[in-house]
């Protein structure tokens, strides 16, 4: 029902700038009324992070960022949805125009910028939500004009802590001015250490928050190497792989559209994000679960991420394109595979980690 309508409503929606269209279908989706969750197939379910979750597709941050409709996007059939990026304080982001259809690529290119509400608005939206089944995370990042981006991470968490069921540490966003420097060895230990003792400190009388660490795709190998002897160190819960790009590749079809500056999402963005996804798997050792990011558009590509060791996958930019019918598609196409290989989520985790971090996919 609902992709039949999205089927309708396309083109009117991409006749308008990409951020107009946005802001109405999140409009539209909070006059929906809050309905109950759908029921999964069994097979589908995930143990991770010390929570179970019905299916593993969930909503990349940056569709909800302002937190204002989770509940309405989990009845849509996802397993989980992440929410923002939220910063401490309330920041307009970049000028418009700053999100573009690349549509014959079916990619997005975004430099927003973090705009955003506020940690206090986030938190607001969130207490009323408060009790409501489902799994919901949030995104956090520092204000732009921050003078202590440490600071500004700590802050979020010692907020929303007890509202979310885990937090990602965006340090990998390309719309912030030096942002992602916080990658960097010295910074990122520093950032983890205070990170995770803000939170230990705010759940010290409930269960521990989960910590999630979202990084790029454009690093080196060695840059992977020490984020992860860093995440492992400080005790991180899992990593989250990839963030948006700012590589543009020779093939992109939209080459106009392709030279604005921002995050590249969305198809392109599947070969390098799911690369890296391995390269990590085989670093970590299971020791970190991982959650797949970039190009998952088809069942096909998210059981490639899980294939190279994700074991939760999101996706956001393919919605443009194809709305939210490819939930179900996806979660029927899993079920698929998983009788046709006789095997199950568990089992296909990472087996095909060392050939797609060789390019064999």
């Not at 690349?102 to 506020?118: C, H, K, P, Q, Y």
């Amino acid at each position: 029902m609902i992709g039949a309508l999205f089927s309708l409503a396309r083109p009117a929606l991409h006749a308008l700038d990409a951020e107009t269209a946005h802001q109405l279908t999140i409009r539209g989706l909070s006059l929906l009324p809050v309905m109950p969750l759908p029921t999964d197939d069994p097979r589908l379910s995930v143990d991770v992070f010390g929570k179970t979750f019905p299916n593993p597709v969930g909503l990349a941050p940056g569709f909800d960022k302002q937190c204002e409709v989770p509940d309405q996007l989990l009845g849509l059939g996802f397993g989980f949805v992440e929410l923002g990026g939220v910063v401490p304080k309330p920041q307009a982001g970049n000028p418009r125009p700053r999100v573009f259809r690349l549509t014959r690529d079916e990619a997005v290119i975004n430099r927003f910028g973090l705009n955003s509400d506020g940690l206090d608005a986030a938190c607001r939206r969130l207490v009323q939500r408060r009790g409501r089944p489902g799994i919901v995370g949030i995104n956090i990042g520092a204000n732009k004009d921050s003078a202590d981006r440490i600071a500004d991470y700590v802050h979020c968490i010692q907020h929303l802590c007890g509202l979310a069921d885990f937090l990602t540490i965006n340090v990998s966003s390309p719309n912030t001015p030096g942002l992602r420097d916080l990658q960097g060895e010295a910074f990122l230990d520093d950032l983890l250490a205070r990170s995770i003792e803000a939170r230990d400190k705010a759940d010290q009388n409930r269960a521990k928050t989960t910590i999630l660490l979202k990084i790029a795709p454009d690093i080196s190998l060695d840059t992977l190497d020490a984020i992860i002897a860093t995440a492992l160190k400080r005790g991180i819960d899992g990593l989250t792989v990839s963030n948006t790009t700012i590589a543009r590749s020779d093939s992109l079809k939209e080459k106009a559209l392709a030279s604005e500056t921002g995050g590249l999402s969305g198809k392109p963005l599947f070969v390098p994000s799911t690369k890296l996804l391995a390269e990590a798997f085989l670093r970590v050792e299971r020791r970190l679960p991982l959650i797949g990011v970039g190009g998952v558009d088809s069942a096909e590509s998210a059981w490639a991420k899980i294939r190279a060791g994700a074991s939760l996958v999101q996706l956001y930019s393919a919605m443009v394109y194809k709305g939210p019918g490819l939930i179900g598609d996806i979660k029927s196409g899993l079920l698929q595979t998983l009788e046709a290989e006789k095997t199950s989520l568990t089992l296909a985790l990472g087996r095909d980690a060392s050939a797609i971090a060789r390019g064999e996919f």
